[in-house]
């Protein structure tokens, strides 16, 4: 039995800089995982970053229009973002992936911000999906990841 | 052999936030927020703090994501959703600042 291995704990770092994150239990797909010995998925299988991110400007789009930066309720909105991309990532039925969805929110003020990743994987297998959102008041950066689970 | 195997696999938050800080703190340390210097920051923390993972010889799979900010009196929220298996799987965010720069790396780690 492998032991649970970890708290994570979201703490303000400074009045106006916070960061969260919030994870889920998913562990149906490892339920369903009975062992197919595929290495990699089939080439219609595989994930399509294009039309993740069309999905993830989508969901921005919509969920970010007309807003403004409000410190009280951006965590919600930041996490409910990442929730709703995840849904939506689960409901396009990628078979054995898992997913990994950040987003980050920022006030506009001016700011210089710099966000880069690298990622230590399968480049045949595995991919990601970035989106970018701004209005006038806040900017809005969300990556999704997906890894093959062989 | 259950034990051993157990610790070869699992996600180590105190290790990484350890291997973590220290790479930040060596390609930044003091340094004020510089605009042309930014890129290659990013670039040597990400590759840097990778490179180091990856020598600790685990069988993960790791995306390291990193923000850097300058301080202006801005906010910033970051918040991650993840679909794994929670047995084996994790993460872990570590979030440093010198007088004008914050700086959030998140390491997620996949078991294969």
């Given amino acids: ?150 | 052999m259950d034990e051993d195997q157990s610790e070869e696999t699992t996600f180590v938050v105190d290790e990484i936030t350890t291997i973590i800080k220290e790479t930040v703190e060596t390609t930044i340390g003091n340094n004020s927020y510089q605009h042309e210097k930014i890129n290659q920051w990013m670039s040597s923390i990400a590759e840097l703090s990778l490179s180091q993972l990856t020598k600790l010889g685990k069988p993960f799979k790791y995306i390291v994501t990193c923000i850097i900010l300058q301080k202006n009196g801005a906010g910033l929220h970051t918040a991650s959703s993840c679909f794994w298996d929670n047995t084996t799987d994790g993460s872990c965010t570590v979030r440093w600042e010198n007088k004008t720069i914050y700086c959030i790396v998140s390491v997620f780690g996949l078991a294969i």
């Fill in chain 1, 1 to 150: 039995m492998k032991p649970s291995c970890y708290d994570n704990v979201g703490k303000a770092v400074k009045r106006k800089c916070e960061t969260t994150i919030a994870q889920k239990r998913d562990i149906s797909l490892m339920d369903t995982g009975a062992n197919t010995y595929l290495i990699r998925p089939n080439y219609k299988d595989k994930f399509k970053a294009g039309v993740a991110k069309e999905c993830i400007g989508e969901i921005l789009r919509e969920q970010l229009y007309g807003v403004q930066y409000d410190p009280e309720e951006v965590p919600t909105l930041s996490r409910s973002l990442a929730d709703s991309i995840k849904h939506k990532l689960k409901d396009m039925a990628f078979d054995r992936y898992k997913f990994i969805v950040q987003v980050v929110i920022g006030e506009q003020r001016g700011e210089g911000v710099k966000m880069a990743a690298r990622c230590f994987w399968d480049a045949d297998t595995d991919n990601y999906a970035q989106e970018i959102y701004m209005n006038d008041s806040l900017f809005c950066v969300a990556a999704a990841f997906a890894v093959y689970y062989y």
